[in-house]
């Protein structure tokens, strides 16, 4: 089945830009979604899907791009309130099956 | 704006069974796909099944063998995951999740606050 990887990882101060990567074979092929979760047992949030489209009520910080073998996801002027984990998400191949990274814990500092 | 509760955790012992429920509101229920979704402690998101707007089409995970079935009760706005042979492995926070059916790919775009499931003994 498809593999998504992603740091476990990424630290940035507040007002820089952080870039949380998702890698995948030829991942370009696919329409790579986002999602922001801040804690368990709150409810995740799609922050982009389609590689590059951010739902209504999304601040313009965040922005994706899909390349070759990653996508990434980049968090402009980053505040304390993205602190959270990041996931990205993909449909699989060839089965109805939606499959996710192994999440990139977003620390600012 | 869409609401989606999640209910009927609990604890439960091993080889047990657990039904959970999640209430939909403020979207027509009866046009979209759903899914379930579970975090296990300290690890990450795992799709666990989904099921089409009529219950024509329903996908499982492969890990979960046949012991879980999910259902949907149109006319009453909900979606339903039946948990049956339950190990420690099934433990998670589980999330119901609406689904955007794209021409070659689905995402979620509202999801539930989630109910927690342990199993132990």
């Known amino acids: 089945s498809y593999v998504l990887s992603q740091p476990p990882s990424v630290s940035v101060a507040p007002g820089k830009t952080a870039r949380i990567t998702c890698g995948g074979d030829?991942?370009?092929?696919?329409?790579v979604h986002w999602y922001q979760h801040q804690k368990p047992g709150q409810a995740p949030v799609l922050v982009i899907?389609?590689?590059?489209d951010r739902p209504s009520g999304i601040p313009e910080r965040f922005s994706g791009s899909n390349s070759g073998n990653t996508a990434t996801l980049t968090i402009s002027w980053v505040e304390a309130g993205d602190e959270a984990d990041y996931y990205c998400?993909?449909?699989?191949?060839?089965?109805?099956?939606?499959?996710f990274g192994g999440g990139t814990k977003l620390t600012v500092l | 704006e869409v609401q989606l509760v999640e209910s009927g955790g609990g604890l439960v012992k091993p080889g047990g069974s657990l039904r959970l429920s999640c209430a939909a509101s403020?979207?027509?229920?009866?046009?979209?796909?759903m899914s379930w979704v579970r975090q296990a402690p300290g690890k990450g998101l795992e799709w666990v099944s989904s099921?089409?707007?009529?219950?024509?089409?329903?996908y499982y995970a492969d890990s979960l063998k046949g012991r879980f079935t999910i259902s949907r009760d149109n006319a009453k706005n909900s979606l339903y995951l039946q948990m049956n042979s339950l190990r420690a492995d099934d433990t998670a926070v589980y999330y119901c999740?609406?689904?955007?059916?794209?021409?070659?790919?689905?995402?979620?775009?509202?999801w539930g606050q989630g109910t927690l499931v342990t199993v132990s003994s």
């Open positions: 030829d991942i370009r092929s696919k329409s």
């Open positions: 099921i089409s707007s009529g219950s024509n089409y329903i």
């Open positions: 998400q993909v449909w699989g191949t060839n089965d109805d099956h939606p499959v």
């Open positions: 403020r979207f027509t229920f009866s046009t979209y796909t």
């Open positions: 899907y389609d590689d590059t």
């Open positions: 999740a609406r689904v955007i059916v794209g021409a070659t790919t689905r995402n979620f775009d509202y």
